[in-house]
């Protein structure tokens, strides 16, 4: 079983912020998992935000590209997502994932609230 535990939203920031996420990933094959992030607002369905290979081959959504920046530390079991020039619909509950061979694992999730 794979544990995923995000941290770093929880607060408020304004339009034009900066914000960054963690994800902290147990197990001894975290260089091996597919990671990625994402999100879900009220009332709309969980979207991909980002995701980064093994490999550290990283893709985004068309929402999010040039503002946000997907990395790993393999060392750390970590998984960040650097969050630049926020706007009012980046709001949402954003999730941390691990996939290895078609295995997927879900962290709970961390409120990002972009208002000014």
């Known amino acids: 079983q794979v544990q995923l535990v995000e941290s770093g939203g929880g607060g408020l920031v304004q339009p034009g912020g900066s914000l960054t996420l963690s994800c902290a990933t147990s197990g001894s094959i975290f260089s091996l998992y597919a990671m990625g992030w994402y999100r879900q607002a009220p009332g709309k369905q969980r979207e991909l935000v980002a995701r980064?290979?093994?490999?550290?081959?990283?893709n985004y959504a068309n929402s999010v590209k040039g503002r946000f920046t997907i990395s790993r530390d393999n060392a750390k079991n970590m998984v960040y997502l650097q969050m630049n020039s926020l706007k009012p619909e980046d709001t949402a509950v954003y999730y941390c994932?691990?996939?290895?061979?078609?295995?997927?694992?879900w962290g709970q999730g961390t409120q990002v609230t972009v208002s000014s």
């Open positions: 994932n691990a996939d290895l061979y078609g295995n997927t694992w």
């Open positions: 980064i290979t093994s490999g550290g081959s990283a």
